[in-house]
């Protein structure tokens, strides 16, 4: 059973990123993650930004044959991009967020838990969905940090 801690309504800034971004089966998301975070990351060191918030990925479709995803830091001022990594915004608008503790496979659920809430509470999905790692596959399967925004606006 999932681990929410809560599901909250909050109103979002506007905010900086890098992102690289492709289609690939899930099978392959950890594989694309890693390598994306390693591009950014160095990227980051050379033109001197900082990230602003915990790195994430954004899912723009649910095709877990065909996921077409995005793998960012929040940056504290816009950067330019440069070949696949690209410079971005998460605009800012109301959203549904929760803090999922567990494993990656367990996330399923919570997200099915969040489309019954946001349906209850006469809101309509309207983005992408994001994840945002607070911590790593360094950690324990069930000490893992998730927070999961859904952006949404009234019916």
């Known amino acids: 059973m999932p681990r929410i801690t809560n599901i909250e309504l ?3 800034k506007e905010q900086h990123t890098i992102t690289v971004r492709t289609r690939t089966a899930v099978q392959n998301l950890p594989q ?14 050379e033109k001197g930004g900082y990230l602003s918030e915990v790195p994430f ?23 330019e991009g440069r070949d696949e990594i690209k ?10 967020f929760c803090i999922y503790r567990g494993p990656y496979d367990g ?11 946001i349906s209850k509470n006469g809101l309509i999905p309207s983005g992408s969905a994001y994840e945002c790692y607070y911590n790593g596959p360094e950690f324990p399967p ?14």
């Open 32 to 45: 694309f993650i890693g390598e994306s975070y390693g591009r950014l990351g160095a990227y980051l060191m």
């Open 87 to 96: 410079s971005g915004i998460i605009p800012a608008g109301l959203i549904v």
């Open 10 to 12: 909050m109103m979002q």
């Open 57 to 79: 990925v954004a899912y723009h479709n649910m095709d877990m044959q065909d996921l077409d995803v995005e793998a960012g830091f929040p940056v504290a001022t816009a950067l």
């Open 107 to 117: 996330i399923g659920p919570v997200y099915e838990e969040m489309a019954e809430w």
């Open 142 to 155: 069930e000490e893992l940090l998730t927070k999961i925004v859904m952006p949404v606006h009234k019916a």
